[in-house]
């Protein structure tokens, strides 16, 4: 169930696996679009929320806490419909049908008698169209940062990694064993929130700490009793400390931010020289099953003492080789950030669309979707290494990215192509640009072209250009990489 609250559209993620019949998979296995309902929540608000599943890998059963619905595409266009329930319009219709006792749920047969609208499915596809092209950009966004987040993970574990596997190798020159209490000027809980709508300051919670990112959406509104010094800072690194299955989630803070503070439920964990910050952080990432293993108390009950974090024991490589990982990720981060920054610009469109494309306000039937592709389509343009470097802020234009990354900026938001398992990123204020690369060995990344998978073994060594241009559909690119 846990898929459904952390994931509005399901596609290919990571879920419980469990032995099952072929009875129960005859009955319980859920196909692209289908739509899935929460059946009950410990809140109002989530009874009945309505999710979309985009695709299924395997086989992929739903469990009795959801309940399925799979629509006729003769009457309904099943996405339409899961735009609908996430309408102000629709959560009015499923909050009708709520029974709130010790917890707040709908019934299945409550659901089918349901009375919904159902207008054309020509309007139905075209709203769709509209919406989906939102989403899928904050779905690419959300791939890309998956991506990012692999990488410099795998960058930090080729420090340690060799290390940790057996702590008698000699380390390097200016290498050592440190604890985290000698990098950290502290170690602390957040504070006790009073929440308020009308303040400015943000608490987090352990739930805007999931896929090691700070989801600021969760954050809550409270009423600060004092400037305090956990306010937090670029580089904090926020850990998760109550509760079995949210304890030891570790995320960083790689914005500058404002107002802000998390509660008594997460670490804090600030390094006292920011060179360290990054590195530890994605140290923290890979060892999230060890910091869990720190805690204390019984199931249900579990705590992680900050003493426990503070003796924490890692391996310090030199100042030089944090030089050279920090001029790697860096900005690496900071694309990681603009690309949540622009998914919730499209999300807050989404949302103010939503609405009014449910009611009729806006009239759907005169817009051209072909027309539409090739506006969105206009001013993307490929450029040479030359303008890059002129047009792009240094620390970007030089930086190879350790040989993996590949941006993509344009005028519209539209659009994804795959490469070495990095989606293209785009930019509104930008533009496209081709890039050369070094193909980095014992990096697990693949590149798509014409259907066909082609394996970093294959590649080898070697330095390419990648080129593309536009077809008639803004979604779809052409694709050359030319090795030099």
């Known amino acids: 169930m846990g898929e459904l609250f952390s994931s509005n559209r399901i596609g290919c993620m990571p879920m419980d696996r469990v032995p099952v019949t072929d009875k129960e998979l005859e009955l319980s296995c859920i196909a692209p679009s289908d739509l899935l309902f929460a ?14 599943v985009k695709e299924v890998s395997e086989p992929t059963v739903f469990e009795s806490h959801l309940i399925r619905a799979r629509i006729d595409r003769a009457k309904a266009e099943p996405e339409y419909l899961y735009y609908f329930f996430k309408s102000p319009q629709g959560r009015e219709r499923i909050a009708s049908i709520v029974e709130q006792v010790a917890a ?7 659901l089918a008698r349901l009375s919904i609208p159902c207008p054309e499915l020509d309007f139905q596809r075209r709203v769709v169209t509209l919406l989906s092209c939102i989403d899928n950009k904050i779905d690419a966004n959300a791939k890309l ?21 057996n702590e ?24 006790t929130p009073k929440y308020n709508t009308n303040s400015d300051e943000t608490v987090l919670g ?3 700490v999931r896929n090691n990112l700070v989801l600021l959406e969760n954050g809550r509104l409270h009423s600060p009793k004092k400037v305090t010094e956990k306010w937090l800072q670029k580089y904090d690194l926020l850990i998760n400390s109550t509760g079995v299955g949210s304890l030891g989630r570790t995320a960083q803070v790689w914005f500058e931010p404002t107002k802000l503070v998390v509660d008594s439920h997460v670490t804090i964990v600030r390094c006292n020289d920011k060179k360290h910050a990054l590195y530890l952080g994605f140290w923290a990432f890979e060892h999230e099953k060890y910091i869990e293993s720190l805690h204390t108390g019984s199931t249900g009950q579990t ?20 030089e050279r990982f920090n001029k790697m990720s860096a900005p690496s981060v900071e694309l990681i950030v603009a690309n949540q920054e622009e998914s919730k610009r499209l999300a807050d469109l989404r949302d103010a669309l939503l609405p ?13 979707l072909t027309q539409l592709n090739s506006h969105l389509a206009e001013g993307v343009q490929v450029i040479n290494q030359s303008a890059i470097e002129s047009d792009l802020s240094p620390n ?33 204020e930008s533009f496209f640009f081709s890039c050369l690369y070094r193909i980095q060995d014992n990096l697990v990344s693949i590149y798509r072209e014409q259907k066909r998978l082609i394996s970093i073994d294959e590649l080898g060594d070697r330095r390419f250009r990648l080129t593309f241009e536009h077809e008639s559909r803004f979604h779809r690119k052409g694709l050359h990489l030319i090795e030099l």
């Open 104 to 110: 707040a749920g709908i019934r299945g047969r409550d």
């Open 145 to 165: 940062n998956g991506y990012l987040l692999e990488l410099l993970k795998a960058s930090a574990k080729n420090l340690y990694a060799e290390y940790e596997r």
């Open 356 to 368: 009014k494309l449910m009611s009729g306000r806006i009239d759907v039937s005169k817009i051209g």
């Open 206 to 208: 352990q739930t805007c």
């Open 39 to 52: 059946r009950q929540s410990l809140v109002l608000e989530g009874a009945g929320k309505c999710s979309f």
């Open 396 to 428: 970007l234009a030089n930086q190879p990215f350790a040989g993996k990354l590949f941006v993509c900026c344009s005028k519209s938001f539209f659009g994804l192509v795959e490469l070495f398992s990095v989606s293209l990123f785009t930019r509104p």
């Open 168 to 191: 008698e190798l000699e380390l390097p020159v200016g290498w050592r064993w440190i604890e985290v209490n000698e990098i950290c000027e502290m170690v602390c809980r957040g504070i």
């Open 303 to 322: 705590e992680l003492p900050r003493d426990h974090v503070k003796a924490i024991r890692l391996v310090l490589p030199s100042d030089e080789a944090l």
